[in-house]
């Protein structure tokens, strides 16, 4: 890695989240006011966050079922009847 390329507050900081009790250690250059001490017995700079993928209500850590029938069956099925209507009248 070069050396001198990263500003001097780069370090190894706790991201915590506390309403979930779950913590992420990430080098990082964001502002801390205070350490904790985590699993490691270590102390670190921690980041308090307010909301995290671990205490989000929406999050769920899956990702989302896609349709499978594809877009034009979604249109077709949609606007289906529409279609053989205009035909019936030309």
Avoid at 4 to 20: C, E, G, K, Q, W
Avoid at 22 to 48: H, N
Wanted: glycine share 6%; proline share 4%.
């Amino acid at each position: 890695m070069k050396s001198n390329i990263h500003p001097a507050n780069y370090r190894t900081v706790l991201f915590y989240d506390s309403s979930a009790e779950e913590g992420w250690l990430i080098k990082s250059c964001a502002p801390t006011g205070s350490t904790m001490q985590w699993k490691d017995g270590r102390e670190y700079p921690v980041f308090m966050l307010d909301t995290s993928s671990a205490s989000h209500p929406v999050y769920t850590g899956q990702q989302r079922e896609h349709n499978k029938q594809g877009r034009a069956s979604a249109f077709n099925q949609r606007y289906g009847n529409m279609m053989a209507a205009l035909k019936k009248d030309n």
